[in-house]
């Protein structure tokens, strides 16, 4: 196994809510479920930024981040990511610096192109050019980051004239950078040539099918990339991103999420943003993705499962990020992670040798230890006998 011998465990919060859903109402289940993970243990979650379509509907991943700060004592919080070509490099940068403070090093910079066209479609944005945008204003950003001294660029899209931070990093240098990666190669080769951590979705498909890159692929794009600038990449900061959902039974897990499911994929996924259909009714998407291995439906021992089989396509990582959905009730959902945190992060993190070692050794002479026990029962009882006696005389 290649895994670290603390694997990570976080969450990608896009989020999504069904369009007919209490919009109010499903944000608050967002930061309570924060808080339900921070209670639990998950080491970050990562918060995304959407505009359209009527399911993802934090605008703001920051003003997300600043307010789910407040409910949480320990987990760390990224955006999940920035899409970079809507903002001046200047402003991104400016605001997760302050969050930094706010927080005291809890935060994370998640970037990328942007994930829905529609948003791009708004702000009148041709998608052939984000991801050169996006790679444009991140070597800014880190220059912004790294550099003490004001420095000028002039763009096609926006310019920046002796840009400086006035407040440095609370974090030193400054706090984490990743890169989330899907459909193309672009998010890879921008974490290497950064040394930043790359995001991987293990189930992202393009209209032909599956991107034909596999995991190794990319991280070897990655790793040519960083040893070009100079960089070495580690693949215990690399994390990758699954749907997951845990029950008592696979039946039980299987049967929750079968409606839902088939509405996300069916209604969003494909009827609204496009994505390549999936044949059959809505009721029976879920069962080839999980056939596929790219969601996991069932219980922890199918999970452990998974996370072997990725790190076997991986060839290892660091951290396992589950994408947060709403395939179940509230209850369903955090009984979900709360499986999760139960009985599959103590198997990669360690927490249960020692317990388990201990329990083997001591099974192993327990017979010795009761037979100890006996005769110093039978010495108490025989010393007290003897006192006794001598208080009747």
């Not at 339900?36 to 995304?48: E, F, K, P, Q, T």
């Amino acid at each position: 196994m290649t895994l670290p011998s603390r694997l990570g465990f976080g969450i990608f919060l896009a989020p999504f809510h069904a369009p007919f859903d209490n919009p109010t109402l499903a944000l608050q289940r967002d930061l309570e479920l924060l808080q339900w993970l921070d209670y639990l243990g998950y080491d970050v979650a990562w918060i995304g930024e959407h505009h359209s379509c009527g399911w993802e509907t934090i605008a703001s991943p920051e003003i997300f981040i600043a307010a789910a700060a407040e409910r949480t004592k320990r987990i760390r919080l990224g955006t999940g990511v920035i899409p970079l070509p809507y903002h001046h490099p200047l402003i991104v940068a400016n605001r997760m610096v302050l969050l930094d403070h706010l927080t005291r090093g809890r935060i994370a910079l998640g970037v990328g192109p942007g994930a829905l066209n529609s948003d791009g479609h708004m702000l009148g944005l041709d998608h052939q050019t984000v991801r050169a945008r996006m790679e444009e204003s991140l070597d800014v950003i880190m220059r912004l980051l790294t550099e003490k001294e004001p420095f000028s660029h002039k763009s096609d899209w926006f310019e920046l004239v002796d840009g400086h931070l006035q407040l440095r990093p609370y974090t030193q240098p400054h706090f984490e950078v990743a890169v989330a990666s899907a459909q193309s190669p672009t998010g890879m080769k921008l974490a290497g040539k950064h040394g930043a951590t790359p995001l991987s979705l293990t189930f992202a498909r393009s209209p032909g099918g599956f991107y034909h890159n596999s995991l190794r692929d990319l991280w070897n794009i990655a790793e040519e990339t960083a040893a070009h600038y100079g960089h070495e990449m580690k693949r215990e900061k690399w994390g990758l991103v699954q749907h997951v959902f845990l029950a008592e039974s696979r039946k039980e897990a299987m049967e929750i999420a079968r409606h839902t499911s088939g509405l996300l994929q069916r209604e969003y996924f494909e009827n609204t943003i496009g994505m390549a259909p999936s044949d059959g009714p809505s009721d029976k998407i879920i069962d080839r993705m999980v056939a596929e291995g790219t969601w996991c439906i069932g219980t922890p021992d199918d999970l452990v499962e998974s996370i072997h089989r990725l790190d076997d396509m991986s060839g290892g990582f660091g951290t396992f990020i589950l994408l947060a959905t709403e395939v179940g009730t509230r209850e369903q959902m955090l009984h979900s992670y709360e499986l999760i945190a139960r009985y599959v992060m103590p198997k990669f993190q360690g927490s249960l040798d020692s317990l388990q070692l201990s329990q083997r050794f001591f099974s192993g002479i327990k017979g010795q230890l009761a037979s100890e026990r006996e005769r110093a029962q039978e010495l108490a009882g025989k010393q007290y006998q003897e006192v006794s006696a001598g208080w009747r005389r």
